[in-house]
């Protein structure tokens, strides 16, 4: 595997500086740099343009540009910090970074509401729940009854929503989750600390050497 060099960073001036992302998120710069190649890779998939469209991310974590799930959006979303409808170097890094193992508990925490927050509303209604569970179910290629999700949203609830006001609000989630860490399983991608070594591997199936870059 070829390194990303400085120099490959002052060739592409419209992504910010190494040193600057590590300093704001939790990965060091070589992590960062390794993760350029990452992004490369990615944002060359189908566009080529130096930016991760929707297409490109579903192609990613599922192997088909044209699969459509909600879990995916929801994290291209908020993965497009700039809500310009694509991810850049940038946004993909510190995004990335709230899933790495020394990111703090209460960030995955916050982010992970924001997952299930679908309109935005600044809590978490049955409906919302609902779907996400539904999204992730899919995900998984697992099949539960109407009646066992609305079990699963009915037992959250009952545990979550402690005012009893029929949404979930950041501190209740807070609580929640804190109780509950299987909820923030996915939150952590233990790779992530050690991207300099098993890069690419764990996400794509093919090397980036350095002629592709």
């Known amino acids: 595997m070829g390194c990303v060099s400085s120099k490959q960073f002052n060739r592409a001036p419209q992504h910010e500086d190494p040193a600057i992302l590590a300093k704001e998120t939790t990965f060091s710069v070589s992590e960062v740099e390794a993760l350029f190649e990452l992004f490369k890779k990615i944002s060359h998939s189908i566009f080529r343009d130096g ?3 929707k297409e490109e991310f579903q192609l990613a974590l599922f192997r088909n540009s044209n699969k459509k799930n909600l879990f995916a959006n929801r994290i291209f979303d908020l993965f497009d910090l700039k809500r310009n409808g694509v991810i850049d170097f940038g946004e993909f890094v510190r995004s990335l970074s709230i899933f790495h193992p020394e990111t703090p508990l209460g960030d995955k925490i916050a982010f992970a509401f924001r997952l299930y927050d679908l309109r935005g509303t600044g809590c978490i209604e049955r409906e919302e729940l609902h779907e996400m569970v539904l999204a992730l179910l899919n995900e998984s290629d697992l099949f539960l009854s109407e009646e066992a999700v609305e079990k699963i949203v009915d037992q ?10 029929g949404k979930i609000d950041p501190d209740e989630w807070k609580t929640f989750a804190s109780k509950n860490p299987a909820l923030l399983k996915n939150m952590t991608l233990p790779y992530l600390k050690d991207i300099t070594m098993v890069f690419p591997s764990f996400i794509l199936n093919s090397e980036v050497c350095e002629e592709e870059l």
């Open 51 to 53: 930016l991760i469209h």
């Open 156 to 165: 959250t609830f009952k545990q979550a929503d402690l005012n009893d006001d």
